[in-house]
């Protein structure tokens, strides 16, 4: 059952492009007890069939800028390839670490865009 709600979840943050991906390593890995790597790899295979899905959502909205898209499609594959790489080649402990690392960067910088947002509607507000 919890594999189901993950999915949906996951799903529903993917679909609105902001990383479901994110949270689904983390349900898997801290709460349903899956190893870091396998947790990683099962993130890359859920992001398949969620990405088709958004692309197709976003062709028919005609939301894609393709030659940009095409480049950074291009260098994530080989980022992937070198990532995936490395990351077999860590223990799951040093790979834990690392990867909470990166979700406190990505809280900090998201806390910090809220501050900054709201410092600019407040002042936007008190000009009024």
Known sequence: ????????????????????GTILILVLSLFLGVEQHVAQATNLIFFIPTSIVAII??????????????????????GAIIGA????????????????????????YEIYSLVKQYKILNKRNNRL
């Open 1 to 20: 059952m919890w594999e189901i709600i993950t999915g949906l979840i996951s799903g529903v943050i993917s679909g609105t492009g902001m990383g479901g």
């Open 57 to 78: 959502v976003s062709i028919k909205e005609k939301i894609i800028e393709w030659k940009t898209g095409i480049i950074i499609a291009f260098s994530g594959i080989v």
């Open 85 to 108: 790489s490395i990351s077999l080649k860590m223990e799951v402990s040093i790979l834990k670490k690392y990867f909470g690392v990166f979700l406190s960067a990505i809280a900090i």
